[in-house]
């Protein structure tokens, strides 16, 4: 039975693409930060799928701490990892610093993600044909290395854009190094709830545009199915997909040294987390 981890799946993209590996078989264990709707969420989809192989790990995410702790959790009852779906995301439009020094947006788009990937590299290279899949959007705005926590004219917008450039280029630089295949999932516009927070007028252009072009999550989680398996079967690792077909990196502002410049960052921000023993 294969296994996949899923950041995220309380709701959304996250949660239908449960429903749909579930459906299909598989083994499917949720992260989502609120133990309430992990939980509803666990009898939801066992009752709809009738595949009974769904736990739920509790985590919020931001807190870099606790992503290193849920992959703990996970090893200690899974042996093998076929899917890590890095998924979860909130936009915070207040500068918020976390507990433990960072920008939110950062910490749950970014840092949590490339934490939860490198936690979890040995027991991906022990499953054969395993990938991850990282699920962003398209606008992206380069890091400014000095201001990596936004002291200087934060919005919601921008805080969104590094994020998704930082994971933009970490996933060029990791595919350049590693085995495992690691791809980016733009969805397009979707019908959930992650927008609904936008400062206006962008949130009436995105109810707009909803109900023109957005499609229902059970396609977005279709449309991943379909990703996977062409990933698989084509052996594809530092690909760009959007809806349901591989499309070409998407052109981002970046200096000639960006890449590693990112990496060793990356490398320095998660370092204290991935030397801690959490179990
Ligand atoms: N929808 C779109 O049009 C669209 C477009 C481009 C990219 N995306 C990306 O697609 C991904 C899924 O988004 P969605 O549209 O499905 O949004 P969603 O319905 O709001 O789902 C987001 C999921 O992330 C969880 N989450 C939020 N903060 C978390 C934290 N700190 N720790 C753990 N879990 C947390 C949420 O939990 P709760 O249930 O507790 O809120 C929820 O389960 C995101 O990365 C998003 O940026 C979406």
Redesign the pocket.
Known sequence: MKTALI?????????ATAKKLLSEGWKVII????AA?CNATVSELKAATKNYEISAIV????ILNEAGKACAVFLQENKSLDLLML????IANDRIITSEGFEQNFA??FLSRTLMIKKLEQVLKNTPNSQILS???LDTVRLDFEDVTIQNSFTGRKALGRWQWSMNVFTREYSSKQTIPLNLY?????K????ANEPQPMRAFVKLMNVLV?IS?EQSAQNVFSIMNDIEANKKSGACYSWKKERSFPKVEMKSDDQKRLWDLTDSLIKPYLQVHFL
């Open positions: 950041t995220g799946a309380t709701d959304g993209i996250g949660k992260v989502g930060r609120n709707r985590s919020d995410l931001a998924n979860a995301n909130a749950l788009g699920v962003v959007g733009m969805p397009g516009l979707v959930t709830k992650i927008l957005g999550v």
